[in-house]
């Protein structure tokens, strides 16, 4: 958002709650909440080829057959890789005019567990290479069509999935209309934490659901550097080091000689000490007590794959004192061509300062750089653990109830990250007490999932008459 936008939005905030609750209700009239239903492409609709062809210009070109070959899989693998197609069709869609931060990809898969500071389970979410601020329906669109989107791969029934999505979508209003009557503070301090989880399972799931969830959240548990220490180093010479697993993961002893490798780690040492400055004090400290072991470029998620990925191995008391970090690219939002630019000059902070923004809380690591890279461009990157506790959901394994179940967790995970930046009085009057906007948003889902099939089918003509490559690798 550009910054007199970001401006005027605290201005308004700053209103009296009666004049907040005046400008949702007048967001009606200019964009009835019946009106988020339709979804028609556009005439002039964007080649969504070229769209991702224009992504995979800018990546490693040996990487972006990966990325083909995971989209093709299956239209929700499509999906996930698509958030710029999305965002082109959201572009053209009727808006409210009010805003939030945006995480810009909000699909179910990227609401997971995490772990708080304080060493707490949370729910929240994961992702944010495209936030922004933005048109907050984009990320309950974005959100609701992932459902109708696995559903259908699931198997579930038109009246199954619209329960889902329309139960997603309650959950995001009701929760938005709690935080409009609510204490700012109380808003920033709010959070879903194991015991609310608990609370909520015993609440809408069954015996065997409660299981499935004390088992995800145990195993989240055991997801940290210790574990990626045991699964992904060798020792070498009497020292721990990645292990290769090409393409996906390839340490950098095997991506350049010795004396270019020489240099280039020099530039990551270089590297973390600037990324430090980025952080609070006591966490430079803490980082400063870990020493760089080595570094690896890793194949991430399936709408990432072809972005530079490095993953750096720390040691610190000793060499069975791992701290993984990763350090990912940052590129311009899929967002930025349609509600302006980032405030941010560094691509980077621009992720670091939106994930803070939407996260009820953050990883200690979280921070930010621009570097030169082995082909002498600047580029962007932020940086945080590779794995801190973290749960993802299986959504292929989830029958009806357990799929509304969680969609009602994203809602209200996705109305309290847009509650903290945009205007929570403003956004729950225009939404309203009624369920007119949960019933269009359902029927949007079903519209764009069509669009997503369709798409996902251009993209299998496009490898199979070769204008794109495609190779199948293990799943993300």
């Known amino acids: 958002m550009p910054q007199n936008a970001t401006t005027a939005l605290r201005a308004a905030a700053h209103a009296t709650p009666e004049e907040r609750a005046a400008l949702g209700k007048e967001a009606r009239r200019r964009s009835p909440r019946s009106g988020h239903a339709e979804y028609k492409p556009s005439p002039d609709r964007p080649d ?7 992504q995979s ?74 936030t922004l601020p933005g048109p907050w329906e984009w990320d309950v669109k974005r959100l609701s ?30 929760a938005m209309i709690r935080f409009a009557g609510m204490r700012t503070i109380d808003v920033w301090y709010a959070g879903i934490d194991a015991d609310r989880l608990e609370d909520m399972a015993s609440a809408r799931l069954h015996k065997r659901g409660q299981k499935n969830l004390a088992r995800a959240m145990a195993k989240a548990r055991t997801r940290d550097s210790l574990q990626a220490f045991a699964k992904v180093t060798e020792t070498v010479d009497g020292r721990p080091m990645i292990a290769a697993d090409p393409p996906l993961l ?3 002893s ?45 194949v991430v998620g399936v709408g990432s794959v072809g972005t530079r990925c490095w993953i750096f191995l720390l040691l610190g008391r000793d060499d069975r ?27 980077g902070e621009r992720v670091v300062a939106g994930q803070r923004l939407m996260q009820a809380t953050s990883d200690i690591f979280l921070g930010w750089e621009r570097v030169d890279g082995i082909d002498g461009k600047k580029r962007d990157f932020y940086v945080r653990q590779l794995r801190d506790w973290k749960g993802i959901a299986m959504p292929e394994t989830m029958n009806p109830r357990r799929m509304e179940a969680f969609g009602e967790l994203c ?32 029927t949007f889902a079903e519209a764009y999932a069509d669009q997503n099939e369709r798409d996902h089918q251009a993209l299998l003509d496009a490898v199979s008459t070769g204008r794109l490559p495609a190779e199948e690798l293990p799943a993300a």
């Open 48 to 54: 969504p080829m070229a769209i991702l062809e224009a």
């Open 254 to 298: 095997d991506i350049l000689p010795d004396v270019e490798r020489t240099a280039l780690e020099r530039q990551f040492r270089g590297l973390i000490e600037r990324y430090g400055r980025t952080l609070a004090s006591d966490r430079r400290t803490l980082l400063e007590d870990y020493r760089l072991a080595d570094v690896a470029r890793k």
């Open 411 to 442: 809602g209200v995970t996705l109305a309290r990250a847009h509650a903290r930046s945009g205007d929570r009085i403003a956004i729950a009057a225009y939404l309203g007490g009624g369920d007119s906007f949960d019933r269009a948003l359902a």
């Open 145 to 174: 069509a992932s459902f109708v989107i696995a559903g259908r791969a699931n198997d579930f029934d038109d009246a199954e999935r619209a329960r889902i999505v329309r139960s997603t979508v309650r959950s995001y209003r009701e």
């Open 321 to 347: 004192d791992p701290l993984f970090l990763q350090a990912k690219e940052a590129d311009t939002s899929v967002l930025a061509a349609h509600v302006g630019a980032s405030m941010y000059r560094n691509e």
């Open 57 to 130: 210009a800018t990546r490693v070109p040996e990487l972006v057959p990966i990325r083909y070959g995971r989209m093709t899989e299956s239209p929700f693998r499509f999906y996930r890789g698509a958030a710029a197609i999305m965002a082109s069709d959201l572009a053209g869609s009727p808006r409210s005019g009010l805003t939030a931060q945006l995480c810009g990809d909000a699909h179910l898969l990227n609401f997971r567990l995490l772990a708080s500071p304080e060493r707490k389970l949370m729910f929240d979410i994961n992702d944010f290479d495209e």
């Open 250 to 252: 390839v340490p950098i």
